[in-house]
Structures are given as C-alpha cells and as structure tokens.
C-alpha cells in the first residue's frame, strides 16, 4: 500500500514535470519586454554589489550567487520578496523584502537581464564523499521516499531549464541547504505548483545537506 502511494506521488511528479516541459518549449521567446541590462547593473553595483559580488558572483555562502541566472527567475524571486497589499510575501526574508521594497517592476527587470548576462565563476564541493551521495540523489532521486531526480527539472549539469527552473550549477552549499528547509517550513511557497514544498518535505536533512554540497561544484 505505502509503496503504491510512493509510485503514485513519483509519477504525479512526472506529469507535472512534463507539463511544464510543455509550457517552457511553446512560451514565446526572448521577444516580450526585455529589461535593459545596463539600467540594472547600475542598481546592481550600487545597492546589490555589497552582498551579491558586482558580478553576481558572492563570496559569502549565506548570499546567493546570481551571475548567469535565468532573468525571468530572477526578476520572479524579487517580485516574491515583496509584500503586496500588506499580505505575507511568497518568500519571506528580511533582507531581501527591503531591498525590494523600493525596485519598481521595471528594475526588477532590469536586474534580472544584467544577472542573466554574468558569468558564473564555477563552484568545489568541499567534502568529495558527501557530494558523492548528493550526486546520487541529483540523477536518481529516492524512489523509497518518492523524492524525484533534480536532473529531471534542473538539468544534468545544474544550468536549469529557462524560465521556470532556475539554475543551481555551483551555488554555495549553505544557502541552497537553507533554501530547502525554507521550501519545507514553507518560508518560501506559494509557487505555482508548489513543486519544491513536495519535495523537500521528502528530503531528510542529510539527504538536503548532501544534494546541496554536490550542486557547489556542479558545472
Ligand atoms: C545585505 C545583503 C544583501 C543585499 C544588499 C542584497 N541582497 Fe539579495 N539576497 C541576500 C540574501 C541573504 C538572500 C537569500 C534570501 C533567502 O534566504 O531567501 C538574497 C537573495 C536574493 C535573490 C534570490 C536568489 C535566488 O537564487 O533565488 C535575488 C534575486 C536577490 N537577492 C537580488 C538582489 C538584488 C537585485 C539586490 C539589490 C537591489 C540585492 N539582492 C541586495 C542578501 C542581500
Ligand atoms: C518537478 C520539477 C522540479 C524538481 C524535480 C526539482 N525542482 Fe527544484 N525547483 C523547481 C522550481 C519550479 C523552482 C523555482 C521555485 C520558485 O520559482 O521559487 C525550483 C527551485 C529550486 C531551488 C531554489 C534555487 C534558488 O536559487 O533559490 C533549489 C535550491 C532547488 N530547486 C533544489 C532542488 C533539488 C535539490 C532537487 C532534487 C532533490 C530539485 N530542486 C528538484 C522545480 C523542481
């Protein structure tokens, strides 16, 4: 009974993985208002720099490196940071929902296509047996627990599948760990199809630590 309430969950994964595949090949392209790269980086090395690097490359594991991350992702994360109509906002950090506080969408925009234009510096994982049983979870998932590939949504080598999936190749371990727990306490949901909340309260906290220390040096 409990395995076939697994297989079921595992294969409801599936066909929402394929929907989306669907959507993300016929959504029109780069055509429709694109931001303007230079009016972000202008906002980037003067008010994100500090904690993101002036590339989007941070050197501090509790901020998120965003150099070659998908613009629609990015500008999405910082529209979920702010608080709209006083509600609470679909991601919840402190930090981050002041710095939003004054971005106009079109800045969000404008950020997300400087990002996009950045080049990742590649990641080391640290502890090569730990990454190791990361690596395992990432291509294969947990069929016991009904945990489905990463591979399938963030693609093999971690660049992510534009624009829903977002890139995680080389991400620092500790914040992709946090990340996970914030998608279990539900800190950070509300998404659409509330994919990653499905995940990660499948995920044991050694399997979390494990997946996120093998995505450091994924390229
Ligand atoms: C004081 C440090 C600080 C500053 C300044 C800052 N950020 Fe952040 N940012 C963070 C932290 C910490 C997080 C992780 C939040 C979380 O855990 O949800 C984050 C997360 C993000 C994310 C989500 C990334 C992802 O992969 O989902 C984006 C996008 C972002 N910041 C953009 C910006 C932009 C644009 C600015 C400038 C307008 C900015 N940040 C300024 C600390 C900072
Ligand atoms: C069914 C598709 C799907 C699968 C499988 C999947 N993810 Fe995700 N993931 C998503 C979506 C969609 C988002 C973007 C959520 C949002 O917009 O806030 C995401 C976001 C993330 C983020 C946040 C990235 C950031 O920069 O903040 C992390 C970390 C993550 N996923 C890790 C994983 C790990 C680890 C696995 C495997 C155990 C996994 N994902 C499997 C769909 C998926």
Same mark, same amino acid.
């Given at each position: 009974m409990r395995g076939m309430k697994l297989a079921s969950n595992v294969m409801i994964l599936a066909a929402l993985m394929l929907s989306n595949q669907v959507f993300a090949d016929t959504a029109p392209g780069a055509d429709k208002s694109q931001g303007d790269a230079a009016k972000g980086e202008q906002i980037a090395t003067q008010v =994100? +720099? +500090? =904690? !993101? /690097? +002036?590339? /989007?490359?941070?050197?501090?594991?509790a901020n998120p490196s965003l150099a070659g991350q998908y613009a629609e992702y990015i500008t999405k994360q910082l529209n979920n940071f702010k608080s709209q109509d006083g509600q609470r906002p679909e991601r919840e950090n402190a930090v981050m929902s002041a710095m939003v506080a004054g971005l106009s969408p079109d800045d969000m925009k404008d950020l997300g296509a400087y990002y996009a234009q950045q080049t990742p510096r590649p990641g080391v994982a640290r502890d090569k047996s730990l990454a190791e049983q990361g690596e395992r979870i990432y291509r294969g998932g947990n069929l016991d627990t009904g945990v489905p590939a990463c +591979? /399938? =949504? !963030?693609s093999p080598n971690g660049v992510g599948i534009p624009p829903r999936y977002p890139r995680l190749a080389g991400q620092h371990s500790e914040y992709t760990r946090a990340q996970l727990k914030a998608f279990r306490t539900e800190e950070r949901t509300r998404d659409v199809s509330n994919e990653m909340h499905m995940i990660a309260t499948r995920m044991s906290v050694r399997e979390m630590h494990a997946v996120s220390e093998f995505i450091s040096g994924l390229r």
């Open positions: =994100c +720099a +500090a =904690c !993101h /690097g +002036a590339d /989007g490359n941070s050197v501090m594991p +591979a /399938g =949504c !963030h």
